[in-house]
T-cell receptor, first 117, second 115 residues
Framework: AQKITQTQPGMFVQEKEAVTLDCTYDTSDPSYGLFWYKQPSSGEMIFLIY??????QNATEGRYSLNFQKARKSANLVISASQLGDSAMYFCAMRELIIQGAQKLVFGQGTRLTINP | DVKVTQSSRYLVKRTGEKVFLECVQDMDHENMFWYRQDPGLGLRLIYFSYDVKMKEKGDIPEGYSVSREKKERFSLILESASTNQTSMYLC??????????????FGSGTRLTVV
């Protein structure tokens, strides 16, 4: 079964600095997908970025980029020029096939990011 | 523009009560999921459904059941609520196939407290 590990329970960063949130994964499936979600204090889960295992380039979405290192099985999220509104819980997740073609997400433990002014 | 709606944002129930958490999606998604979120444990899958009337156990189904009588609605049932079921409950839906690259659409969550 797939497993996702986020080893940083909490991180504190100064505003405008770049921040890297760590995520490592374990799977024997050659085809997989990795996701990052943001959860502000309001509780909603916001999709940030997706990386497929066969994608040649690292995914980017605005200030978010995914540092995908396949050999090391890591998929770190990089946020450039952090803002106060980036303070939130961040979850890394991996896609897993279940049955009847359905897929589910397996989540890591999460990292709470706090941006200091 | 709400796409996945959970019926309650906050809920307080007594030990032993039967509790219903409702989730409705308007995106015609085939798949629906119930997770619970606890500090330090991330999101853990309770049950999922890939079609109407179809349900499958996730990683932590004990003490829960589900119902999916219509495509758009997926209900989580706590048969006899206990204090260890105090948690944040998140409903999600997704389409099948390649569109899954967008992952899930989540509801806003229900924070359940069992006293």
């Amino acid at each position: 079964a797939q497993k996702i590990t986020q080893t940083q329970p909490g991180m504190f960063v100064q505003e405008k600095e770049a921040v890297t949130l760590d995520c490592t994964y374990d799977t024997s499936d050659p085809s997989y997908g990795l996701f990052w979600y943001k959860q502000p204090s309001s509780g909603e889960m916001i999709f940030l970025i997706y990386q497929g295992s066969y994608d040649q380039q690292n995914a980017t979405e605005g200030r978010y980029s995914l540092n995908f290192q396949k050999a090391r099985k890591s998929a770190n999220l990089v946020i450039s020029a952090s803002q106060l509104g980036d303070s939130a819980m961040y979850f890394c997740a991996m896609r897993e096939l279940i049955i009847q073609g359905a897929q589910k997400l397996v989540f890591g433990q999460g990292t709470r990011l706090t941006i200091n002014p | 523009d709400v796409k996945v709606t959970q019926s309650s944002r906050y809920l307080v129930k007594r030990t032993g009560e039967k509790v219903f958490l409702e989730c409705v999606q308007d995106m015609d998604h085939e798949n629906m999921f119930w997770y619970r979120q606890d500090p330090g444990l991330g999101l853990r899958l309770i049950y999922f459904s890939y079609d109407v009337k179809m349900k499958e156990k996730g990683d932590i189904p004990e003490g829960y059941s589900v119902s999916r009588e219509k495509k758009e609605r997926f209900s989580l049932i706590l048969e006899s609520a206990s204090t260890n079921q105090t948690s944040m409950y998140l409903c999600a839906s997704s389409s099948a196939g390649a569109d899954f690259n967008y992952g899930y659409t989540f509801g806003s969550g229900t924070r359940l407290t069992v006293v």
